[in-house]
């Protein structure tokens, strides 16, 4: 669920993920995997991903909890 907020975050950015791994200082991969839910960030990598995308944490936080609400 935090995959699909964090793709539409970045998309709605203007950002590939190679710009926003490189600007947030993050493997493009490891981006890839947090966008396919195959991993989860720490609570200071997301504060990282989101300061970088210009959305606060919660935000995200509370975007993901509204989608898993829905299910």
Do not use: C, H, W
């Not at 609570?43 to 991903?49: C, D, Q, S």
């Amino acid at each position: 669920m935090l995959g699909q907020v964090l793709k539409e975050a970045r998309s709605k950015a203007g950002l590939t993920q190679e710009q926003l791994a490189f600007k947030a200082g993050v493997d493009r991969t490891y981006l890839s995997e947090l966008e396919n839910d195959r991993k989860s960030p720490t609570l200071a990598m997301l504060f990282r991903i989101a300061e970088t995308l210009g959305v606060s944490a919660s935000a995200l936080v509370a975007r993901t909890e509204r989608l898993m609400k829905r299910r």
